[in-house]
């Protein structure tokens, strides 16, 4: 079976074998018809529409040690920071201003901020802005606190699984952390009734086709509401300084992948790709995206949160440029909405 062949095959039945699979993801030469085919079925479900989420990373402390994060605990590089309650309610009220209807608290696994800290900040974000959606991004937690935030008021909860094969998994984080755990916390949250999102690294360290394969068939058994995909950007402030990172062409072909496969899933066009490419996010909406996330963090610390290096942290990636990055979506084709963008299933 050609290229064309299995694109179509994938279009019309949402799935083909692991081996058809492995073809796409390896082959450049199905960039074009995937992107096609993808753009296709993202229209019938949402449209020229692409929404907007208000980022703000409000702690780049960790707990955790995973050896390609930049905000690792053991960086001592890192120069660390902590937003107060007041700080992080302030960016909510720009982003509303902005038009924002979804804000997305993401940051370290900091112990600093327990469970109640959490529940009421995202409290009075539900208070303050009842209309808006509320995305938690803070990591492994027990299935009690989840609850507790969700009975707070948040709705949305972001966890990328990394990778779906435990022996790879292994290779990525210390022994302290388990797939079998990442993935206990993803259904949790299914069951507790948030709107899910996973996914996973393009191009990491020792990864090889048959673990996005595998990624791509635990995103079928999980069935999240969001898939949020990125190339690997190495940081010199960790063990995997040396390797290199992962490709654009290979990051599109899996968004379009992905598209094909969950038609109704939310996809982010992500930073990662906008800093490996200058027109990244562009190309990441025309492949099948339909999200972009610019920060609402305050300028002092968005240099500060730095999982990979030379992330693109001004300009257009700044909320406070909508019309910067409304330009930048149009030229894709496509119109940036103010709406709170729930999955369309």
């Known amino acids: 079976m050609n290229g064309c062949d299995i694109t179509k095959k994938l279009f019309d039945l949402g799935d083909v074998s692991d081996d058809e699979l492995k073809s796409l993801i390896e082959n450049d030469c199905f960039n074009e018809p995937l992107a096609d085919a993808a753009d296709i079925r ?23 040690n995973c050896y390609y994060c930049g905000i690792r605990r053991d960086n001592r590089c890192a120069e660390r920071y902590r937003l107060t309650k007041e700080e992080i309610l302030s960016c909510c009220d720009e982003g509303y201003r902005l038009g924002f209807r979804t804000f997305v608290m993401q940051g370290g696994e900091d112990p600093h901020y327990t469970d109640e800290i959490i529940c009421d900040i995202v409290s009075e974000i539900r208070s303050r802005f009842p209309d808006c959606a509320i995305t938690l991004s803070i990591g492994e937690k027990p299935r009690e606190s989840y609850q507790a935030y969700f009975d707070a008021g948040a709705n ?20 302290s952390m388990s797939l079998e755990n990442r993935k206990r916390c993803l259904f949790d949250l299914k069951e507790i009734g948030y709107q899910v999102g996973s996914g996973f690294m393009v191009g990491s360290p020792y990864q090889r086709t048959e673990n996005l394969v595998a990624d791509l068939r635990f995103l079928q058994e999980l069935q999240p509401d969001m898939i ?30 992905l598209r094909l496969m969950f038609p109704y899933a939310l996809i982010p066009s992500t930073t990662a790709l906008g800093t490996i490419h200058p027109q990244g996010r562009e190309l990441g909406l025309k492949a099948g995206a339909n999200v972009v996330m610019p920060n609402l963090s305050p300028v002092s610390v968005r240099k500060l949160y730095a999982l990979y290096e030379n992330k693109i942290c001004t300009g257009e990636e700044a909320a406070q440029c909508r019309g910067c990055l409304e330009r930048r979506v149009l030229s894709a084709g496509y119109r940036i909405v103010t709406d709170i963008g729930n999955v369309k299933k």
């Open 156 to 175: 949305r909860y972001l966890l990328r699984h990394e990778t779906a094969d435990s022996v790879h998994y292994g290779k990525l984080h210390p022994d």
């Open 42 to 64: 993202r229209r019938e479900n949402y449209g020229d529409e692409v929404y907007i989420r208000g980022l703000i990373e409000f702690t780049n402390y960790c707990r955790n």
């Open 228 to 257: 949020g995909i990125g190339p690997y950007i190495t940081h010199a402030e960790t063990p995997f300084a040396e390797f290199k990172s992962g490709e654009l062409n290979t990051t599109l072909r899996l968004i379009s992948i």
